[in-house]
């Protein structure tokens, strides 16, 4: 049998005035060539997302995903601070199996700019599916002035974000740290990325008679796109084992993750390193050199983590 198709309609534009009935025209234009059969609409979520105009790709392969995984009314903030700001870019995706029609992403654009952003909520919230969950994905480095973020969030209390395009991770993800400490609900796909790093480190620690409270020394080698990486993974080694974590520099500056991870536990050394795609994982003993063990050092790409993170809140 074959799987569903998906089909998109035209794109619509409308002033920010008129979005309400454009909203509402998305469902004609979905009932358009059905020969007669039924169109429901399948949607299971709110999301909004924001991201900097040249980087505003990265909003349009997560509703790709979305309208796979997790069907949604999307809502595309693109910045841009010499955009037109009166207009919305208006489309919808139905999937088709068989004589099934399902409308699985209505997705609305705003290029607008970073002044005008404190209107989105007025903008946006008459237009969210009440009842749904409501998802913010804030693809820009963390605010200086978070006023914008606090609106967005107000209406969306799950945040989505990647501490890996903060400025000053160390501050940042402290912050990050606070708010989700006074409850509030935030995501980072940074911290996703980290999954099979953390699994292998994990399951070393199955291989030998681990006493809490042992001494542990850890090294994390890292390029530099992988800093804020490194940061969360000394952190979650400090806690979960009281970890002395230093940083070294390494050599591969576009992979996302560290490079290499040494622990010295008492006189055991567990040894994780990347090598093409995998993680290769070494555990010594005093007495034995254990036999390696292998992972795959894929976690998904950044629409998938996206996902992930939604169906995690």
Known sequence: MNGPSFERTETFCAAWTELPDAVNDLWDACMQDQQGSDV?????????????????????????QLQR???????LLAIDDDAPTDYAELTATTRKH???????????????????????????????????????????????????FELLIDMCPHAIVDSRSFGAPARELKLLRERRARGEAISDLSW???????????????????????????????????????MLLAHWLEERLGADV??????????????????????????????????????TTPSVCLLPFTNSAARGNDAELLVRAMDEA
């Open 246 to 283: 230093t940083y070294e520099s390494g050599d591969r500056a576009a992979l996302l993750g560290p490079v290499h991870v040494r622990l010295v536990v008492g006189d055991i050394e567990v040894d994780v390193e990347y090598r093409d795609g995998m993680l290769v994982a070494h555990v």
């Open 40 to 64: 429901a609409r399948a949607l299971t979520a709110n999301f909004v997302g924001v991201a900097a105009a040249p980087y505003a790709g990265c909003l349009i392969d997560a509703t790709e």
């Open 98 to 148: 068989g004589p099934l029609r399902d409308i699985v992403l209505e997705q609305i654009v705003l290029r607008i700019s970073e002044r005008d952003l404190r209107l989105a909520p007025g903008l946006l919230r008459p237009l969210m599916l009440d009842e749904l969950p409501s998802h913010l994905l804030w693809a820009l480095p963390w605010p200086a002035d978070e006023q914008n």
């Open 69 to 75: 995984r997790s069907p949604c009314r999307a809502f």
């Open 192 to 230: 996703l990325r980290l999954q099979p790093w953390r699994r292998a480190l994990a399951e070393a620690f199955e291989r030998f008679n681990w006493v809490p409270g042992t001494d542990v020394q850890a090294t994390i080698r890292h390029g530099r796109e992988a800093r804020t990486a490194a």
